[in-house]
């Protein structure tokens, strides 16, 4: 009766099979019913309410199931990526879904809590290998065969009650500094554009080789001994790379592929298409992934660092905007980024631009990276909160919970489904 993800629990709950708790439903579908979608960040609720943008649309709902307000939902391809919450809406739903019910009295929202503290410690990823980079297939039946604890019901409510309360405060935190955040953003986009406009040029007169196109490989684990396989989700919004989640590319792959100092890589697909990382060699060696394009820069021509300051501007921004693929997901080609026009100053001039431009989003760049700390450690505090106080080591029962406003963490599309689209 092992349940290797909790140390230990309260000696008055039980341990229970999850298929003494819940039943999956097959339930027929409406054809007037809106689909409904289980994102990342755990909301389960119809697609129009998120956003409309950024998947792949089925014409045929053949498969598809009925799902109503209260099921629990269970992406069984992104589970390990916190794809579980409860559904507020009515609908249908991609079969790629368990859509369950309960069969005993708890409270489905403390399983949400419960099963996206086993996703968030990797023991939904333990289960399994998917098919598919960094995920796993999380079936019914794997979940099912699974112990999970039974706190009594009125202990369910109350830490469903209490960790809403808490988690609304930490979120209304966060979401005051993303907001601060972006308008430091913001303000350096209009800094940066207001000292790069100029004669316009095309971009792809500036390359020595066309545009490349990345590995299009999964990965493998990461290892020091290969290199650093960069995809779109190792690329934050600050043009840094990551250092979580990291993944290597196969020394038979690699070579094609491997990236030199100035080259820039430019996003194609998805919620973060547009965005650009300037690879220098302190990363050490690195390959792309294939939603990721490699421009190599002509540097007698224009410098690297000049180029990644145009597109941090605000100009770059209403430029990507307007070129965007409208397909079923948003895509900016090759062909479209040659297209992108650069003013282009002498290189002496470039670099008193970039000399000037460095003097003026220092001060920027500095609150920004302290507003980023701060929603780290905010983040982190709400991450332990949830898994002390859902898995009983933190004894919450006598706590009043006082009025409230529910807040939920506005974070945005990147970051709510890294996959890229969500497929079905």
């Known amino acids: 009766m092992s349940m290797p993800w909790i140390q230990s629990m309260p000696g008055h709950w039980v341990k229970i099979r999850a298929k003494n708790i819940f039943t999956k439903q097959n339930r027929a579908i409406c054809e007037q019913d809106d689909v409904v979608t289980c994102f990342r960040d755990g909301?389960?609720?119809?697609?129009?309410?998120?956003?409309?943008?950024?998947?792949?649309?089925?014409?045929?709902w053949s498969g598809y199931q009925g799902v109503r307000k209260g099921d629990l939902v269970i992406h069984v391809m992104d589970a390990f990526a916190g794809a579980i919450g409860v559904s507020d809406s009515n609908g249908k739903s991609t079969p790629v879904y368990s859509v369950c019910t309960a069969k005993i009295d708890v409270n489905n929202h403390y399983y949400a809590y419960l099963l996206r503290e086993m996703a968030r410690s990797g023991f939904i990823q333990s289960l399994y290998r998917g098919i598919r980079e960094r995920s796993s297939d999380f079936r019914f039946e794997v979940f099912a065969g699974l112990y999970l604890p039974l706190p009594p019901r009125d202990e369910q409510d109350q830490i469903v009650r209490f960790l809403d309360w808490k988690v609304s405060q930490i979120n209304k935190l966060i979401n005051a500094k993303r907001r601060q955040v972006e308008l430091l953003r913001e303000k350096r986009r209009v800094m940066i554009?207001?000292?790069?406009?100029?004669?316009?040029?095309?971009?792809?007169?500036?390359?020595?080789?066309?545009?490349?196109?990345?590995?299009?490989?999964?990965?493998?684990?990461?290892?020091?001994?290969?290199?650093?396989?960069?995809?779109?989700?190792?690329?934050?919004?600050?043009?840094?790379?990551?250092?979580?989640?990291?993944?290597?590319?196969?020394?038979?792959?690699?070579?094609?592929?491997?990236?030199?100092?100035?080259?820039?890589?430019?996003a194609r697909s998805g919620a973060t298409a547009g965005k650009t990382f300037l690879y220098k060699s302190k990363y050490g060696i690195c390959g792309f992934a294939g939603y990721l394009i490699r421009a190599k820069i002509d540097k007698n021509k224009i410098l690297p660092e000049y180029l990644m300051y145009i597109t941090n501007g605000a100009d770059y921004e209403q430029?990507?905007?307007?070129?965007?693929?409208?397909?079923?997901?948003?895509?900016?080609?090759?062909?479209?980024?040659g297209q992108l026009p650069v003013p282009l100053p002498s290189l002496a001039e470039q670099h008193k631009i970039v000399a000037h431009l460095d003097e003026q989003c220092e001060n920027t760049d500095r609150l920004i990276g302290k507003f980023n700390d701060e929603i780290t450690l905010f983040t982190e505090y709400r991450i332990r909160l949830i898994s002390d106080v859902v898995t009983g080591k933190t004894d919450i029962c006598d706590v009043s919970i006082p009025e409230y406003e529910y807040m939920k963490d506005n974070i945005g599309d990147e970051n709510i489904n890294e996959e890229m689209e969500d497929v079905e």
Not at 43 to 60: A, D, H, P
Not at 193 to 213: A, D, M, T
Not at 236 to 249: A, E, F, I, W
Request: net charge positive; glycine share 8%.
């Open 193 to 266: 554009s207001s000292q790069l406009r100029g004669e316009l040029v095309w971009l792809k007169r500036l390359l020595i080789s066309p545009f490349q196109y990345g590995a299009n490989d999964s990965g493998v684990e990461f290892s020091p001994t290969l290199p650093r396989y960069i995809r779109i989700t190792d690329i934050s919004l600050g043009g840094n790379l990551k250092n979580d989640g990291l993944k290597s590319l196969t020394n038979k792959i690699a070579e094609p592929y491997l990236l030199a100092d100035g080259d820039i890589l430019f």
């Open 319 to 337: 430029w990507k905007n307007s070129v965007f693929i409208q397909a079923t997901i948003q895509n900016i080609s090759a062909e479209r980024y």
């Open 43 to 60: 909301t389960v609720t119809l697609r129009k309410n998120r956003r409309i943008s950024g998947f792949t649309e089925s014409t045929q």
